[in-house]
């Protein structure tokens, strides 16, 4: 079964095609002769993850799905939330890390939370599913696997950031995977 995942972000595409397996083949926006730069306006992960999986399928017709994401810190009122992707004005992750990092400075509730958020279309109609990773922004970065805010944030329980875990172990409970697994789940369902 194919499915196309409506996404310009190769890191997405291959921490969700580990998580999916082989039962679903992933089609990208490329494949489909997609180049546009879909609309994403909304104030929530879940206005804006709907606004690209309804995109795709009013030009295409065809099933799909879109991963909204990002980083919310508690001491920065929820930001840069729906804005992680450009938070300094940039699409330079290091900037973005970095900014967050500068903010941070010298503050001591460190509490944040990674959300995602999946919409998948099927034959015109919506499902929406949702997953969070609990954790804390580190003082200073460290590792280098993964991308965006990997190299600062440290899931509960772990000693460890995202970026010094291998891609197994941040797909075992990062958000992207807890959103993926109740994805994958309905789809098996169908
Ligand atoms: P698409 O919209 O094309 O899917 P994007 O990167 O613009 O790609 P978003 O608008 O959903 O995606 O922004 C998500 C941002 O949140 C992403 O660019 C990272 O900065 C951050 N982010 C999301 N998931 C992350 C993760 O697992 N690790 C680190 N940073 C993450």
Redesign the pocket.
């Known amino acids: 079964r194919t499915l196309v995942f ?4 190769k ?2 595409l291959e ?1 969700v095609q580990a998580l999916i397996g082989d039962k679903f083949q992933l089609k990208t926006l490329e494949e489909i002769g997609c180049m546009d730069d ?1 609309p ?1 306006t909304g104030d929530t ?1 879940r206005a ?2 709907s606004q ?1 999986s309804r995109y795709i399928w009013d030009r295409f017709q065809i099933d799909c799905f ?6 919310e810190v508690d001491a920065l009122n929820g930001e ?1 939330g ?1 804005y ?4 300094s004005g940039s ?1 330079d ?1 290091e900037e ?2 970095q900014l967050v990092m500068s903010k941070m400075k010298g503050i001591g509730n460190r509490s944040a939370r ?1 959300k ?1 958020v999946i919409s998948i279309i099927l034959d015109g109609k919506e499902y929406l599913f949702e997953g969070s990773a609990e954790g804390e922004i580190t003082d200073e970065r460290s590792g280098s696997a ?5 190299p600062i ?1 440290k899931p509960q329980g772990y000693d460890v950031s ?1 970026a010094e875990m291998s891609a197994e172990e ?1 797909n075992a409970i ?3 995977a807890r959103a993926v697994g109740k994805l994958v789940e309905f789809l098996n369902q169908q």
């Open positions: 409506a996404t310009n972000n890191h997405k921490e879909i994403e992960f804006n993850a690209k879109s991963d909204d994401s990002g980083l840069p729906v992680s992707a450009r938070y699409r992750s973005n890390l990674f995602c993964g991308f965006g805010y990997d944030f995202f941040k990062s958000h992207r």
